[in-house]
């Protein structure tokens, strides 16, 4: 059974940092891509992140670009997102995807059960 697991959660403050991980299990980590998805009280889903099976081909969303970065140990099967000089806006529920691919960071097929992520002062 694939299990994705994403812990990290938290309250901070507006240009602080915050990191979240996604330990999965159920489904051989490496063979995946995987990614990043949001959404923000009262939106829709928004995809933030995707990183493809090797960890060498990062894609952001143009809203985190320059702030966020992805990251995965497929070692300890356990995908990263390093936030950094959050924003408000950033507020959302965070999941973690397997994509259906090796390379490509969308087509997700599976997800958590998202983490919460609130920015505020």
């Known amino acids: 059974e694939v299990q994705l697991v994403e812990s990290g959660a938290g309250l901070v403050q507006p240009g602080g940092s915050l990191r979240l991980s996604c330990a999965a299990s159920?489904?051989?980590?490496?063979?995946?891509?995987m990614g990043w998805v949001r959404q923000g009280p009262g939106k829709g889903l928004e995809w933030v992140s995707g990183?493809?099976?090797?960890?060498?081909?990062?894609r952001y969303a143009d809203s985190v670009s320059g702030r966020f970065t992805i990251s995965r140990d497929n070692a300890k099967n356990t995908l990263y997102l390093q936030m950094t000089s959050l924003k408000p806006e950033d507020t959302a529920v965070y999941y973690c995807?397997?994509?259906?691919?090796?390379?490509?960071?969308?087509?997700?097929?599976?997800w958590g059960q998202g983490t919460r992520v609130t920015v505020s002062s």
């Open positions: 995807a397997k994509s259906m691919y090796a390379d490509s960071p969308m087509g997700y097929d599976y």
């Open positions: 159920g489904f051989s980590f490496s063979t995946y891509a």
């Open positions: 990183l493809n099976r090797g960890g060498d081909v990062a």
